[in-house]
């Protein structure tokens, strides 16, 4: 093993084995740069062997693995920052030396600095999706250059504002401070993303700033369009029509639902996909039971108004549902959706497909909880990154663009065919965390996501049907049968999520613990 001097802090040399880092060391060197991906010739030591016999001599490593006749800017400038931050002197190595010598040239054109704002990986959104997934990657390589891009400086745990609507949390324990919850090592650029710029592995910001990336995550979440429905977004918050879709409404559901003394109460559910589908018949259960247990029920009249053929898309759950809809007397119109709202007249136009026909509907009410149509951001929808749908186009296994190698997404944002809710974030951000630093060291995905989803449905006040369940709406129970059967309504259920979920929300979820989430490698059985 050879090394040549190049300055009187750098150093390159061909491919080295482990038995070589003893000699290493004793020269003077004190960290190692890898530019050589993984798997490139038969015989080649692997970067992580090369890593565990470096740090065995107290030395650091760091891996920039790349292919000749493709470095680029973004590898130059991983190379300067490294360069920079490394304890000095330091190695770089490939297979012959000369890709590790051009690679320092190009750092040292771009400045010890390198590109300032390049970053390793940067997530785009600090949301569920988000907060977990750097959190889950931190965890996995403390050292890594992680950035948030996210323009809010409040949080909220979404899946809490049914039980706000529902009088069980207060408002204030679904909120904390964004701040509160940026990982450690990770950077917060406080704006807002405009723009995908794949080809050059830029996100444009709001302001007009750049952001470069070796590898990027996208979990924005989705928009709820309280526009499509013509007269909604001003009839909001008065004259009895709300949404616990919205913080600031949730806790005017609950106010409602005490205050009724009876007449004509309308829920109502759009066309998937939206956040937790099953939200919207949850906000009716609550209230039905309340109603039950204050003997108001009866001078109530129930409607639930939803768009989709079925009352539920994963059959297993909907003979339990249904038991409910029964129970509380509710006139379920199923394939009936709100197309308009006159909140001063208190008149809702339904359009309703009846066979062949396609019919309106006026329905007076006293009160009406709304669910608006859900679509993704219109600068995702607008960028290279989206599907047909609008949302960000992935691989369903591995959460990977189907073009862009270096690009991954996971939560409301994906064009996954899963149910868009908390759990399914907290089992895609350790398989995102996982693919994307692959993706970092020039590998293929490892992890592999099984479209898991959770949805707890309080179907009355201390018993809820747990529907767990998977791509083609297979049946994934976390729990076995004899402690919870999810296909029935449960009183553990309730405790779930009622006292569970909600620490495991805050202090294992967006720290990184993957607790009951521990990805699947790819290749593994499901």
């Known amino acids: 093993m050879t090394m040549k001097t190049l300055t009187a802090t750098l150093r390159v040399s061909p491919q080295i084995a482990p038995s070589d880092i003893a000699a290493i060391a004793a020269s003077g060197v004190r960290s190692i740069v890898c530019n050589r991906p993984d798997g490139e010739e038969a015989g080649q030591p692997a970067a992580s062997s090369i890593a565990a016999a470096a740090a065995a001599h107290g030395l650091r490593f760091v891996h920039i693995p790349v292919v000749p006749g493709t470095i680029g800017e973004r590898d130059a400038a991983a190379m300067a920052r490294a360069l920079a931050e490394l304890p000095a002197p ?93 990982p450690a090592g990770a950077e917060w650029i406080r704006a807002a993303a405009a723009a995908f710029d794949p080809v050059n592995d830029r996100v444009i910001l709001a302001d007009g700033r750049a952001v470069s990336y070796r590898v990027l995550v996208v979990c924005p979440g989705l928009k709820i369009d309280w526009e499509a429905i013509p007269g909604l977004s001003g009839a909001l918050g008065t004259g009895g029509v709300t949404s616990n879709y919205r913080y600031d409404l949730a806790p005017y559901t609950d106010r409602l639902v005490r205050r009724f003394r009876g007449g004509r109460a309308l829920f109502t559910q759009p066309p998937m996909p939206i956040k937790c589908a099953g939200a919207p018949q949850k906000a009716m259960y609550l209230a039905c039971h ?29 003979p339990a549902l249904e038991a409910y809809i029964a129970r509380y007397g509710i006139d379920l119109q199923l394939q009936s959706r709100l197309v308009s709202i006159d909140g001063a007249a208190k008149v809702a136009i339904f359009e309703q497909s009846r066979g062949d026909e396609m019919r309106r509907v006026e329905e007076r009410f006293d009160m009406i909880h709304v669910v608006p149509p859900q679509v993704a951001p219109d600068f995702v929808a607008a960028s290279p990154l989206a599907a047909p749908s609008g949302f960000v186009a992935v691989d369903e296994t591995t959460l990977r663009h189907p073009v862009h190698d270096n690009v991954f997404a996971l939560g409301d944002v994906a064009a996954t065919t899963n149910a868009k809710t908390a759990a399914a974030a907290r089992k895609q951000a350790p398989v995102v965390a996982l693919n994307a630093l692959a993706a970092l060291d020039g590998a293929p995905p490892v992890a ?60 294992g979820m967006l720290r990184g613990r993957e607790w009951l989430a521990t990805p699947r490698m790819a290749g593994e059985g499901g």
Not at 469 to 491: A, D, H, M, N, V
């Open 448 to 507: 592999a996501y099984d479209g898991y989803g959770s949805c707890p449905l309080t179907v009355e006040a201390g018993r809820i049907v747990l529907a767990e369940f998977g791509y083609g709406g297979k049946l994934l129970p976390t729990f076995p049968k004899w402690l919870i059967e999810g296909t029935r309504p449960s009183r553990l259920s309730w405790l779930l999520k009622e006292k569970i979920l909600p620490p495991v929300y805050w202090h």
């Open 90 to 182: 330091v190695l770089a190595y490939c297979r012959s030396g000369a890709r590790s010598e051009r690679l320092a040239a190009m750092a040292a054109a771009l400045g010890k600095d390198g590109d300032a704002s390049a970053w390793d990986i940067v997530v785009v959104g600090g949301g569920s999706a988000g907060i977990a997934a750097a959190a889950s990657i931190l965890r996995r390589r403390p050292g890594v250059r992680l950035a948030i891009v996210e323009p809010s400086e409040d949080h909220y745990y979404q899946p809490g504002w049914t039980m706000v609507g529902g009088g069980i949390f207060t408002p204030g324990a679904t909120r904390r401070a964004e701040a509160g919850l940026i």
């Open 290 to 318: 309340r109603w039950e247990r204050e003997g108001r029920l009866g001078k109530a009249e129930v409607q639930f108004h939803a768009a989709t053929p079925a009352l539920f898309g994963v059959a297993a759950y909907v």
